[in-house]
């Protein structure tokens, strides 16, 4: 009977392991991600988990941009989850930048904005039709040199 216990314990903790060693971890993400945006100082990542919902949930966030310095705004799924991340930037309320075009049915796992204003902008992340999901949003510098 022992010896069942002590077999029974070790699969739960091979078992348990080797799920967890699968899964992407949020810094894995980041680190993908990084890879994605290519020659490009990182300043900022943001971490998008959101559940299934009709209509499709939004995680937002506020960041300040300065005229005349371009960014680069990537995004990177997790495999873990069907969702499709999209980003839309705003300023007052006027799309500036997306990275999922609607029309042509595109994804791109980053976009460059050359802020022609200074001033507060809103980074709206949703998962397409509404698909629960989990992804990193990464904030960085192009370097225009």
């Given amino acids: ?6 077999l029974f314990l070790f699969l739960i903790f ?3 392991f080797s799920v967890n060693s699968l899964a992407q971890s949020e810094d894995d993400l980041v680190e993908i991600c990084a890879m994605v945006a ?9 971490t998008i988990r959101l559940d299934a919902g ?14 005349g310095i371009k960014y680069r705004f990537s995004v990177c799924n997790s495999n873990d989850f069907e969702g499709k991340v999209v980003l839309q930037l705003l300023d007052n309320n006027r799309l500036q930048a997306t990275t999922y075009v609607v029309a ?3 994804d791109y796992p980053s ?33 225009t040199m």
């Fill in 104 to 106: 042509t049915g595109k």
């Fill in 111 to 143: 976009i460059d904005y050359s802020c022609t204003k200074t001033g507060a902008y809103h980074l709206f992340y949703t998962f397409r039709d509404g698909k629960p999901g989990l992804a990193v949003g990464l904030l960085s510098l192009v370097d």
């Fill in 54 to 67: 009709n209509p499709p949930p939004t995680q937002r966030f506020s960041i300040i941009l300065k005229k």
């Fill in 14 to 16: 091979v078992l348990g």
């Fill in 38 to 46: 290519g020659d490009a100082t990182l300043l900022k990542d943001f």
């Fill in 1 to 6: 009977m022992k010896n069942r216990f002590t």
